[in-house]
């Protein structure tokens, strides 16, 4: 094979984060306009405590896609020694704050801050990441909730590779809270057959063997090879994992893409996967959560 054939193949078996992303910020862009014609004008608060670099850069793509599609933002900047009292109180009044449809608190939180209590304390209907237990249990109980925005940007990716996943069989590789647990709740509400692999789990190889669709999500640079592939599995690679090569960082998968490219029908790349997708889903959220609120009221308003 030659390397243009290689790279055409490549493109092909490629799941193109950063194209379907644009596509998901456009439709966010075209409901905000008929939001804000409406006079509702989508607003999300973002939190962010301590000064961890990764968390600084998220937060600025996120302000940057938010002014793009036309989602207005407040900032709250916390320095790292922050009480638990006084981001809690930050917290309440954002809740009570209607101009504000969103809350995001970045993670994770500088230690000694208990982020369960946190994320709790966030009103659920603004809750765009959809951490709360309300919203977390309404997802596994298959209602219209808020939903995470990691694994639903996975979910917007598959699909486009399948529009029907019914009977697939889903191996998810990593058990967090905010990725392989939410992953398997949307992944069975789409009716595949799914196993939940973790740390404990026994010959992770040969669960991951079974995979039509695997899911990884554990934080191990390049762990999952070709030979724990089914030949034709479409695979969605959460990890983004800085490491050194050849004197150089950059950043890579859960999934050695090179090796595993070949024996796969898609793959997200990293970057370039999932990464774009969390924070497009995030707007997508911030909209549904402002259209949300705004029904509300106007129901309230007519009920008198
Ligand atoms: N409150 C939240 N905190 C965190 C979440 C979250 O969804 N809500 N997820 C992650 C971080 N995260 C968003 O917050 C995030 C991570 C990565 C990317 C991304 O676009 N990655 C790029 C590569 C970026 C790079 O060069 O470093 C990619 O994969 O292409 C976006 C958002 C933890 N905290």
């Not at 193949?9 to 008929?34: F, M, P, W, Y």
């Not at 050849?246 to 490219?261: H, Q, T």
């Amino acid at each position: 094979m030659n390397s243009q054939t290689q790279a055409i193949l490549a493109t092909d078996k490629r799941i193109d984060g950063k194209a379907i992303s644009a596509q998901v910020l456009s439709e966010v862009a075209e409901q905000v306009g008929q939001l804000q014609a409406q006079g509702v004008h989508p607003c999300l608060a973002v939190v962010l405590v301590g000064d961890d670099p990764a968390s600084q850069v998220y937060v600025k793509n996120k302000l940057l896609r938010a002014a793009e599609v036309g989602i207005l933002s407040v900032e709250h900047y916390l320095p790292a020694q922050t009480s638990a009292e006084t981001l809690l109180s930050l917290i309440e009044t954002l809740n009570e704050d209607a101009k504000v449809h969103g809350i995001l608190v970045q993670l994770p939180l500088p230690q000694g801050i208990d982020e369960i209590q946190v994320l709790e304390a966030i009103k659920p209907i603004k809750d765009v990441d959809g951490f709360h237990s309300s919203n977390v249990g309404g997802l596994s109980q298959g209602r219209s909730v808020l939903q995470p925005c990691t694994p639903s940007g996975c979910m917007r990716l598959l699909n486009q590779v399948r529009a029907d996943l019914s009977g697939m069989h889903a191996v998810v590789v990593g058990r967090s809270n905010i990725v392989g647990k939410p992953m398997a709740a949307l992944l069975l509400q789409a009716n595949c057959t799914v196993t939940l692999v973790h740390s404990k789990s026994r010959d992770i190889k040969s669960l991951c063997q079974m995979a039509d669709i695997l899911v990884a999500a554990v934080g191990r640079p390049e762990m999952i090879k070709q030979d724990w592939l089914k030949p034709g599995a479409i695979v969605i690679d959460v990890g983004i994992n800085r490491v050194e090569k050849e004197g150089r960082s950059r950043l890579v998968g859960d999934v050695d893409y090179a090796d595993v490219l070949d024996k796969v029908e898609a793959i997200t790349p990293v970057p370039g996967g999932v990464g774009p997708m969390t924070i497009a889903m995030l707007m997508s959220n911030t909209l549904a959560a402002a259209q949300k609120q705004h029904k509300l009221l106007s129901i309230s308003a007519i009920d008198g």
